[in-house]
Structures are given as structure tokens and as C-alpha cells.
């Protein structure tokens, strides 16, 4: 089932991290096959068979669009009003689809490419990051929830930004040397209690420090363990840049308050398909598509 | 203006084109109507049978392969979400699969009813409507 709950969940890697989402087998490039030009005012390429494009249609307003297997993914995206629209539907006929599995393996594999290739953060052209955003967002977009979706973003507002947080020993990366920054709490609701309930809740240093073969560590006692708890309480967990939009580490680098709650949710108990996990997915999704790179 | 008979005939044809339009649009309106009706039930029907849990009703109203879990597994996970349906709203056949239809449904979960609807997948699988959950 893990798709009625599931798919309605899909969400686990979305919101940051579980590294197996853009994962790709040991020794292969994810860039490889990638065709990908970039010029001013535009983004395209294509990917096995997936073609996709980003262009400025107006000064800050970018059209995105994503076709494979049948199905169009598109996105109209006002950066600078922090307002878009979302939509996926059969190319054939213009009727509603849904995104499945093996949809969702496409995008992800994508993404991984993209990420690979592009320039991280601001440094790749708008058109390209904000691709690069809407594909990390449907590679985890729940089956359970309609293609078609206005999202809003506004800082404060929509979404709360966690920089700081995202820092250990003065660096954004590297070793944390033992000197952290813990954010308190990153948390979620389920069927074990509220957003209060301290078995919901963890410890977190945000950021891009350290992973376990692809995972993130806890302290259990005093020792760093590689993997997830279940529903501790308030353990201290890190690595796989907790806090970070985006399946896994990808090619932006914002934390938010929303993705943080998110991973607090998927990578603690909950399966890739957990239902409770869908509203911390839809709360990050304007986190995903506008908040700004922290570094 | 008057019909000559050669006009008369061009206008019987027209008419009999006509309604051979509107009987296959109807026709196919029909069965894509028919294949929703089909699917919302079998929404209803599995949401109805499945407090009870028994795998001998819900198993064979769960869509099979593709990766989909043992009912046992799916069953076991809905109740402990406290999976409930409160209202089909909508259904519209998959534009990339006709025998796939997705039902827009209203979801409670803990007695707390979501306020996303959320789409369920029906297959038409072995001549019946499956869920895959």
C-alpha cells in the first residue's frame, strides 16, 4: 500500500534527503546521456527519453516543461511574485494522468543528472534552477495528489528559511569538528502523537557535513550511529544535508523550516510511502520551488 | 427554399451521418461513464469492507503486481492510519491508460478528514475495478 498512503506520501525523499532518491548504481555517471544546452533565456535537452525545457517567457517569469512516457509535466513560474502554477497531463489527449513509480524513477533519475551537471546553487542560469527545482519536486510528487496545483511562496509567510542552522564550526560544509549547531525541533504528526509529543521530534544539525552511505547518523548514547531512528525521543541526528529541499543533497542549497519538519518525518520510522509524511511534503512544496539558496 | 429529391437525399444522409455521431459519442461517453461508475464503487466497496480487515473480502478488490504489497500488509497499514472514506467527489479515466481511473476522494485518517481530496488509482484488472494501494 504504500501508495494510497503512499503515493500520497511519495514524499519521502522530496523534502530533503533520503539519498536513495537521486541515487544511481555505483560506478554510473547520473549526467550520463544527458543532452543539456544552455543559453541565455533558455534551458533544454533531453535525457534518455525524456526532453525537457525552461524558458524566460517574461522578465522573471520562466515556463517549464518536462515530457516523457506520455505525460507532460509544465510549469509557469513567477519568480519574482513567488507565484506558480503546476500542471501534468497525458500528451496525447490533454486528460488528466497520475504519477506513478516508474514516473517518479524517470524524474528522479533527471534530477540526479541535472544536479550533476548544472552549477550548484545561484550560479546556474534562473531558467536551469528553477528546472532543476520543479524536477526534485516531481520526482517525489505523491500519486495521492492532483498534477495540477498553484503553489505560493513568500518568505515568512509560506516559507521560513533555516541558514543559519545549516552552518557547523563556522562552515557550510565539511567536518563539523565537533562543534554544532543544533536546530531544535524538527517535527511532524502521526498516528504516535502531535507535533508536541517528544518522540516526534528531533535534534537536528541542518547541512551538508557528513552521510553514511547515503544515509544520515544519530547519537545513540554517545555514539554516532548510521541510519534513522524511530520515534526517540528528541534524539540528535545529522548528515545527507538534513533540512534541504530537494531529494538527497541536490544542486540548491536552501534549508527551510519546512523541509527541515520533512525530514524529520521520512527519516524517522516513516517509509518512503508514509502518509504521514504528505502534508510536510505539500507545506515544502513553495519552499522547493522559492526560497533562496543559503549559500 | 424548397428540397429537390436529390437535395432531400443529401439531407438523409446528412441526418443518418448525424446520428451515427451522436450514437458513438454517446456510446463512448457511455462506457467511460460506465467505467467510472465501476471504479467509484469500487472505492466505496473496499473503504466499506475494510474495518473489518478480512482479507478474504478486501484481497480480491486490490489491484495485483506492479509492485503492490500483500493485502494483509496494506490492510494492516490503513487501519493503523485510521484510513477512512468520507465522499468520492470525482473520477476521470486516466489520459494515458483507459483502463485505469483516477477517483478524486475526501479521506479522513485518525477521524480527521484531509483537506486535499486525495486520488486513488482503480485498475481494471481480470474483468473487475482494483484498487492499488
Given at each position: 500500500?504504500?501508495?494510497?498512503?503512499?503515493?500520497?506520501?511519495?514524499?519521502v525523499?522530496?523534502a530533503?534527503?533520503?539519498p536513495?532518491?537521486?541515487?544511481t548504481?555505483?560506478?554510473?555517471?547520473?549526467?550520463?546521456?544527458?543532452?543539456?544546452?544552455?543559453?541565455p533565456?533558455?534551458?533544454?535537452?533531453?535525457y534518455?527519453?525524456?526532453?525537457?525545457?525552461s524558458?524566460?517567457?517574461?522578465?522573471?517569469v520562466?515556463?517549464?516543461?518536462?515530457?516523457f512516457?506520455?505525460?507532460?509535466?509544465?510549469?509557469?513560474?513567477?519568480?519574482e511574485?513567488?507565484?506558480?502554477?503546476?500542471?501534468?497531463?497525458?500528451?496525447?489527449?490533454?486528460?488528466?494522468?497520475?504519477?506513478t513509480?516508474?514516473?517518479?524513477?524517470?524524474?528522479?533519475?533527471?534530477?540526479?543528472?541535472?544536479?550533476?551537471?548544472?552549477?550548484?546553487g545561484?550560479?546556474?542560469?534562473?531558467?536551469?534552477?528553477?528546472?532543476?527545482?520543479?524536477?526534485?519536486?516531481?520526482?517525489?510528487?505523491?500519486?495521492?495528489?492532483?498534477?495540477?496545483?498553484?503553489?505560493?511562496g513568500?518568505?515568512?509567510?509560506?516559507y521560513?528559511?533555516?541558514?543559519?542552522?545549516?552552518?557547523?564550526?563556522?562552515?557550510?560544509?565539511?567536518s563539523?569538528?565537533?562543534?554544532?549547531?543544533w536546530?531544535?525541533?524538527?517535527k511532524h504528526?502521526?498516528?504516535?502523537?502531535?507535533?508536541d509529543?517528544?518522540?516526534?521530534q528531533?535534534?537536528?544539525?541542518?547541512g551538508?557535513?557528513t552521510?553514511?552511505?547515503?544515509d544520515?547518523f544519530?547519537?545513540n548514547?554517545s555514539?554516532?550511529?548510521?541510519?534513522?531512528?524511530d520515534h526517540?525521543s528528541?534524539?540528535?541526528?545529522?548528515?545527507?544535508?538534513?533540512?534541504?529541499?530537494?531529494g538527497?543533497?541536490?544542486g540548491?542549497?536552501?534549508?527551510?523550516?519546512?523541509a527541515?519538519?520533512?525530514?524529520?518525518?521520512?527519516?524517522?520510522?516513516?517509509?518512503?510511502?508514509?502518509?504521514?509524511?504528505?502534508?510536510?511534503?505539500?507545506?515544502?512544496?513553495?519552499?522547493?520551488?522559492?526560497a533562496?539558496?543559503?549559500? | 427554399?424548397?428540397?429537390t429529391?436529390?437535395?432531400?437525399?443529401?439531407?438523409?444522409?446528412?441526418?443518418?451521418?448525424?446520428?451515427?455521431?451522436a450514437?458513438a459519442?454517446?456510446?463512448?461517453?457511455?462506457?467511460?461513464?460506465?467505467?467510472?461508475?465501476?471504479?467509484?464503487?469500487s472505492?466505496?466497496?473496499?473503504?466499506?469492507?475494510?474495518?473489518?480487515?478480512?482479507c478474504?473480502v478486501?484481497?480480491?478488490m486490490?489491484?495485483?503486481?506492479?509492485g503492490?504489497?500483500?493485502?494483509?500488509?496494506?490492510?494492516r497499514?490503513?487501519?493503523?492510519?485510521?484510513?477512512?472514506?468520507?465522499?468520492v467527489?470525482?473520477?476521470?479515466v486516466?489520459?494515458?491508460d483507459?483502463d485505469?481511473?483516477?477517483?478524486?476522494?475526501?479521506?479522513?485518517?485518525?477521524?480527521?478528514?484531509?483537506?486535499?481530496?486525495y486520488?486513488?488509482?482503480?485498475?481494471?484488472q481480470?474483468?473487475?475495478?482494483?484498487?492499488?494501494?
Amino acid at each position: 500500500m504504500r501508495k494510497i498512503l503512499g503515493a500520497l506520501a511519495a514524499v519521502v525523499l522530496f523534502a530533503c534527503g533520503s539519498p536513495s532518491g537521486t541515487s544511481t548504481e555505483p560506478g554510473a555517471q547520473p549526467s550520463e546521456g544527458l543532452k543539456l544546452t544552455v543559453e541565455p533565456g533558455t534551458t533544454q535537452g533531453t535525457y534518455g527519453e525524456v526532453k525537457f525545457s525552461s524558458r524566460e517567457v517574461e522578465p522573471g517569469v520562466y515556463r517549464l516543461e518536462v515530457r516523457f512516457d506520455g505525460m507532460t509535466l509544465t510549469g509557469l513560474l513567477d519568480a519574482e511574485n513567488g507565484v506558480s502554477t503546476l500542471d501534468g497531463f497525458a500528451e496525447a489527449n490533454g486528460r488528466d494522468t497520475q504519477m506513478t513509480d516508474k514516473d517518479r524513477e524517470v524524474v528522479a533519475a533527471l534530477y540526479a543528472a541535472l544536479n550533476a551537471e548544472l552549477p550548484s546553487g545561484d550560479a546556474a542560469t534562473p531558467e536551469a534552477k528553477y528546472l532543476r527545482r520543479a524536477v526534485g519536486l516531481w520526482a517525489e510528487y505523491p500519486s495521492t495528489v492532483q498534477m495540477q496545483r498553484t503553489v505560493m511562496g513568500e518568505q515568512g509567510r509560506g516559507y521560513t528559511m533555516l541558514c543559519s542552522y545549516a552552518k557547523c564550526n563556522g562552515k557550510w560544509t565539511g567536518s563539523c569538528g565537533g562543534v554544532y549547531n543544533w536546530y531544535s525541533y524538527a517535527k511532524h504528526d502521526c498516528q504516535h502523537g502531535g507535533w508536541d509529543y517528544t518522540r516526534n521530534q528531533q535534534i537536528a544539525q541542518l547541512g551538508d557535513h557528513t552521510s553514511c552511505s547515503g544515509d544520515e547518523f544519530y547519537l545513540n548514547g554517545s555514539t554516532w550511529v548510521c541510519g534513522e531512528p524511530d520515534h526517540w525521543s528528541r534524539p540528535k541526528v545529522m548528515g545527507s544535508c538534513f533540512g534541504r529541499c530537494g531529494g538527497g543533497c541536490g544542486g540548491d542549497t536552501q534549508y527551510t523550516l519546512d523541509a527541515t519538519n520533512h525530514d524529520g518525518c521520512v527519516r524517522n520510522g516513516h517509509a518512503l510511502a508514509s502518509a504521514y509524511c504528505d502534508d510536510q511534503f505539500m507545506s515544502a512544496t513553495d519552499d522547493e520551488l522559492f526560497a533562496s539558496n543559503c549559500y | 427554399m424548397a428540397c429537390t429529391p436529390r437535395h432531400g437525399g443529401a439531407v438523409r444522409v446528412a441526418r443518418a451521418c448525424g446520428l451515427l455521431l451522436a450514437l458513438a459519442t454517446l456510446a463512448c461517453a457511455s462506457s467511460e461513464s460506465r467505467k467510472k461508475e465501476a471504479a467509484q464503487a469500487s472505492v466505496r466497496a473496499f473503504f466499506a469492507a475494510l474495518p473489518e480487515g478480512d482479507c478474504k473480502v478486501l484481497g480480491p478488490m486490490l489491484a495485483t503486481g506492479g509492485g503492490a504489497q500483500p493485502c494483509e500488509d496494506t490492510v494492516r497499514e490503513l487501519l493503523e492510519h485510521g484510513m477512512e472514506l468520507v465522499e468520492v467527489l470525482d473520477a476521470a479515466v486516466d489520459g494515458r491508460d483507459p483502463d485505469a481511473v483516477l477517483v478524486q476522494a475526501k479521506v479522513a485518517r485518525d477521524g480527521t478528514v484531509r483537506e486535499t481530496p486525495y486520488i486513488l488509482r482503480v485498475e481494471r484488472q481480470g474483468g473487475g475495478w482494483k484498487l492499488r494501494l
